[in-house]
């Protein structure tokens, strides 16, 4: 069993910034990409970055420029420091990260974390 602690989130005002992190625990041979997908009310789950575990990214539009996600390997963790931000950046964001697991044949399972809220409003 694998497991996503995000933390980081909270309230802040309008160009303020916040940064996220996620730490996966468990037993799992590696993980290949991490990334954070947000989820604002009414809205459907969209993506903001991944980034593999060789350290290539991938942003959202709507991220690019503010947004930058890294992650240390040896920790198991992932980030997204958040720049400048907007109240439109409100959601819950939320960890994923592709786990390559071992039971009896090795298999690669997505991993979910159970959010953090990100507020921004002034």
């Known amino acids: 069993q694998v497991q996503l602690v995000e933390s980081g989130g909270g309230l802040v005002q309008p160009g303020g910034s916040l940064r996220l992190s996620c730490t996966a625990s468990g037993s799992f041979l590696s993980i290949n990409a991490m990334g954070w997908y947000r989820q604002a009310p009414g809205k459907e789950r969209e993506l903001v970055a991944t980034?593999?575990?060789?350290?290539?990214?991938n942003y959202a539009d709507s991220a690019k420029g503010r947004f930058t996600i890294s992650r240390d390997n040896a920790k198991n963790t992932v980030y997204l420091e958040m720049n400048s931000l907007k109240p439109e950046d409100t959601a819950v964001y939320s960890c994923n990260a592709v786990v390559v697991i071992y039971t009896y044949y090795r298999r690669v399972v997505n991993y979910w974390g159970q959010g953090t809220q990100v507020t921004v409003s002034s």
């Open positions: 980034i593999t575990s060789g350290g290539t990214t």
